[in-house]
C-alpha cells in the first residue's frame, strides 16, 4: 500500500540552535520530489512547542485521519513521545531521527519509515486478526449471550460465512472460536447437539471493539504469541463483508 502522508516534528525553528533545521526540510522535500517512490505522499511538517511538547490526543486524531508514520527529528519529552507511540501503534510506527547529522541523514529514516508502511508495518498474528473479526461479527449480528436479557447465539456453522478475508479457512475461525470461548469472551450453548456461541458481558467485549486489541487479556496474547504467520495491523479496519 503507497504511503499517503508522513509527518516530520521538529523543534520551532526560532529556537537557539535548531536555525539547520529550515534548511533540512527543505532539502528532504527536494530529496522526496525527486524519488518516484514519494509520488503521491504528502509530507507534513509538525512544529514541537518551545519545551518541545505537543498535544497527544490532538496528534492521534490527526494521524487516525490521514495515516502515516511519524519521524521525530529532535528528542521531544519521553513521556509524550511514548504516549503517542502506544496509541498509534495498530495503525503506524513513530521513528526517532534525533542521531541524524544531515538532511541525507533525516531522508534515510523518512526512507525505512516508508518501506516498512508498505509492507505491511505494524503487523500483528494472524491469529489475532480472525479472534477480533470473530468478535466484530458476533457484535455486528448482535449476538450477545453474556447478561442481555434477550440472549442470541449464532451457530458455530454459520460463523466462518462470510466477514473473514479469503486468506482465512474455516478451520482458523472454529480454532480462534474455541480460544475466545476458554477466554470467556464469548459463551457457547448446544442445541440439536450443535454449538451456538455468543458474545459475552458488553463491559468486557466493549473495550475489544473500540480498541480493536486484547490488551491484558492473558489468554488471548498467549495464544497470539504461538502463531508464526503475521498480517499487517491495519486489517484490522477492513470491511470483510
Not at 519529552?77 to 541525507?104: D, P
Not at 508495518?121 to 447478561?147: N, Q
Not at 436479557?149 to 458455530?156: E, M, R
Amino acid at each position: 500500500m503507497p504511503l499517503p502522508a508522513i509527518y516530520i516534528y521538529h523543534p520551532p525553528e526560532a529556537l537557539s540552535g535548531y536555525g539547520h533545521l529550515v534548511g533540512w526540510l527543505a532539502e528532504l522535500e527536494q530529496l522526496m520530489g525527486t524519488d518516484a517512490n514519494w509520488d503521491g505522499c504528502e509530507v507534513i511538517p509538525v512544529r514541537l512547542t518551545d519545551q518541545l511538547g505537543f498535544n497527544v490526543a490532538k496528534e492521534v486524531r490527526r494521524i487516525k485521519d490521514n495515516p502515516g508514520p511519524a519521524v521525530f527529528v529532535h528528542k521531544a519529552q519521553r513521556k509524550l513521545f511514548f504516549s503517542l507511540s502506544e496509541k498509534l501503534q495498530r495503525i503506524v510506527r513513530v521513528y526517532s531521527a534525533v542521531s541524524a547529522a544531515s538532511a541525507a541523514d533525516l531522508f534515510a529514516k523518512c526512507e525505512e519509515a516508508r518501506a516498512e508502511y508498505e509492507g505491511g508495518d505494524p503487523r500483528i498474528t494472524k491469529r489475532e486478526l480472525v479472534a477480533y473479526l470473530v468478535i466484530a461479527k458476533l457484535a455486528r449480528g448482535s449476538y450477545w449471550a453474556g447478561g442481555a436479557k434477550y440472549k442470541a447465539y449464532l451457530k458455530a456453522g454459520d460463523l466462518p460465512n462470510g466477514g473473514f478475508p479469503k486468506s482465512v479457512s474455516k478451520g482458523d475461525v472454529l480454532d480462534a472460536t474455541d480460544v475466545l470461548c476458554n477466554a470467556g469472551l464469548l459463551k457457547k450453548k448446544i442445541s440439536g447437539s450443535k454449538p451456538k456461541y455468543g458474545l459475552a458481558e458488553k463491559t468486557i467485549i466493549q473495550p475489544i471493539l473500540e480498541d480493536k486489541s486484547f490488551k491484558a487479556i492473558r489468554k488471548m496474547e498467549k495464544w497470539f504469541q504461538r502463531g508464526k504467520e503475521t498480517v499487517p495491523a491495519r486489517d484490522l479496519n477492513n470491511n470483510y463483508g
